[in-house]
């Protein structure tokens, strides 16, 4: 099984790298974005203050690990479950030797190479242009990539829940604009969640989606003790054992209920 999961996610990947020009816009399109980024912020701070206990070399550390981890949790398998289901590809897709849930978690690894190598090269260059702090030891380092190889699984599950109404619908493009809302708020992107209204601290606390962005950041600046991060992780499995059922329910009854467009 993992072998076929593995092979997918090869192919699906040398799909991804084969384009090699996207890569670079991507790349450009980012190192633009984490630009603007740091002179907001460098405006917000005139140099010096702090906002909240974060120093501008914090807030500009965390907004180039938000941009550069940004295609890792958010590209997803939504717009291809979608076309799949529209266009009747499902029922190809449900005869395959391979569950569909195991089948695209090959096509999430594949992604997952090429944007793992767009945050990476992101990550380097702005470092290089911006500076950005080290993480706070070698073990946060470790749980740092723990905490985002997880919050990958997460967001997985998430995207089939999100995939699954495309067999409700004709097009999958406004609950992929819910999705990606969801994920920018919740998760950090847009603004550290301490930054937020109590209310919505309250919301991003009980949702897993702060643990993709803002916790393992946290965990980078070494904000969170060991204790804390392992609360963090058991909570992260306990979210992807969640998704995972509702998942699976959801999808076992819309493959029999619905009649599927082409098919």
Known sequence: MINKILAIA????????????????????????????????????NKGNQILGMT????????ILVV???????WGINETMGNA??????????????????YYFGIRIGELIESIIVGIITFIICALLFGVLLPSSLLNFIFFIIVIS????VVYFFELIIG????????????EVFKRAILSIFSGMIAPISLFPEFLQKIANTLPFKDCIYTPISIYFG??????????ILKQFI????????????????VKSVTVNGG
């Open 10 to 45: 090869k192919q699906n990947a040398k799909e991804g790298l084969y384009y090699r020009f996207d890569l670079l816009l991507y790349i450009f399109n980012f190192i633009i974005e984490i630009t603007v980024y740091v002179f907001i912020w460098l405006a917000i701070y």
């Open 56 to 63: 501008f070399e914090q807030v500009t550390t965390y907004y």
């Open 68 to 74: 550069s981890l940004n295609p890792i949790i958010s």
């Open 85 to 102: 289901i529209r266009e009747g590809e499902i029922l190809r897709e449900l005869l395959n030797p391979i569950s569909y849930f195991n």
């Open 150 to 153: 997880l919050s990958v699984v």
């Open 164 to 175: 699954t109404s495309a067999f409700y619908t004709n097009s999958i493009w406004g609950v």
């Open 223 to 232: 904000e969170l003790n060991n204790i804390e991060i392992i609360q963090v």
């Open 239 to 254: 979210w992807i054992l969640i998704l995972y059922i509702i998942a699976k329910i959801l999808f076992n009854k819309a």
